[in-house]
């Protein structure tokens, strides 16, 4: 079968872009659960474009073939993870943060505005600046 090397899924930073200056999110737990490393890799390269599971397969060092079956096996899809990982970011920046609609978009990977605001049509019911006012409006019991 051959040997296997394991590292740190933070050494990833220093890859594509990252550097000794990028900070892990508030999350990440480098865990050893596939889904969990999946998690925390998603959310390191989510505005790197393009999305797509072969660039990630490459990041984590596997077959694309090997890794949609791993996926599988996890009951989950690469498209399912990526948009659970969008949405979550999304939804945090926009009721927290003072970025733009476009700028939010842009940290989730999602540079078409029609695009962006689809999916947070789709992921909230409520258009980004709704969310944004409803999220803001509320009180911390009501989130």
Same mark, same amino acid.
């Given at each position: ?19 000794? @200056? ?27 474009? #393009?999305?797509?599971?072969? *660039?990630?397969?490459?990041?984590? @060092? ?10 599988? &096996?996890?009951?989950? @899809? ?28 842009? @940290? ?16 909230? *019911?409520?258009? #980004? ?10 009180? #911390? &019991?009501?989130?």
């Amino acid at each position: 079968m051959g040997a296997r090397i394991e590292f740190p899924a933070h050494w990833l930073l220093l890859r594509y872009g990252g550097g000794q @200056s990028q900070n892990l999110p508030e999350n990440f737990t480098g865990g050893d659960d596939f889904l969990q490393q999946t998690r925390d890799l998603l959310e390191l390269h989510l505005d790197k474009q #393009p999305a797509t599971l072969n *660039g990630f397969a490459e990041l984590f @060092s596997q077959n694309p073939g090997r890794l949609k079956r791993t996926f599988r &096996a996890n009951g989950t @899809s690469f498209k399912v993870e990526l948009e659970k990982c969008r949405a979550k970011r999304a939804k945090t920046l926009l009721a927290t943060s003072q970025l733009s609609i476009k700028e939010i978009g842009e @940290s989730v990977g999602l540079l078409d505005q029609p695009t962006f605001h689809r999916s947070i049509k789709r992921w909230t *019911g409520m258009t #980004p600046g709704e969310f944004r006012n409803r999220s803001r409006n509320a009180t #911390p &019991a009501n989130r």
